[in-house]
């Protein structure tokens, strides 16, 4: 079922499926799986080319010379900018953890102040697919068998999609937007 909230089209499957990263079971497998690299709008691509000496130092030899050969993004066979990869695999921007757990170096970058600007918007919005469709926005749930173990531990905690990714929906939409979605649910 689809529900509009404003000029946006909202699956209401944001709301009854459950869902919490759990990194220590999927290694964080979305930086690495898949078969392009993250999508990016145009700002993120400017962000990312001014920044990317403060976000360099977070990342992996690999990663670097891919940025340094390829740049921060390419298009995608969809016409759309998306993260670099390292050999058609891992986004360019990942390291590993002293636990071998996935990280964004961007994300590092800026929870350690050195940007000013977190991870890629449709990073942070996962599992929730965001595409436009001429004056309207979509917000579909994504299901993707890497992240079975997230859906397990939001059933076990009861968190849905939307309270999880709260933080990013308002990073992206705005609080009233977010206030929105919490009467939808109460409705639901």
């Known amino acids: ?12 499957e944001i709301f009854s499926r459950k869902f ?26 400017e962000q990312l080319n001014a920044n990317i000496n403060e976000i360099i130092p977070f990342m992996t030899e690999k990663g670097i010379e891919v940025i340094s050969k390829n740049g921060v993004s390419y298009i995608d066979e969809d016409n759309e900018h998306v ?21 964004c170096a ?27 469709f001429g004056a309207y926005t979509a917000l579909n749930y994504d299901s993707w068998k890497i992240c079975s173990s997230a859906c397990s531990c939001g ?17 992206a939409f705005g609080e009233d937007f977010f206030k929105e979605l919490e009467i939808v649910e109460s409705e639901l």
């Not at 993260?83 to 990280?103: M, W």
Request: glycine fraction near 4%; aromatic fraction near 6%.
């Open 83 to 103: 993260t670099s990869l390292i050999e058609g695999k891992d986004c360019a921007f990942v390291f590993r953890d002293n636990n071998g757990i996935v990280k």
């Open 155 to 171: 059933e076990k905690l009861n968190v849905s999609v939307f309270r999880f990714l709260r933080e990013p929906l308002i990073r």
């Open 106 to 132: 961007i994300e590092k970058a800026y929870l350690e102040k050195k940007i000013d600007f977190n991870k890629p918007i449709s990073c942070h919005l996962y599992p929730i697919r965001v595409k436009k």
């Open 20 to 45: 919490v990263c759990d990194l220590n079971a999927c290694k964080g497998a979305c930086c690495v799986e898949g078969d392009a690299g993250a999508p990016l709008n145009a700002n993120e691509v």
């Open 1 to 12: 079922m689809l529900i509009e909230i404003e000029d946006k089209i909202v699956s209401t």
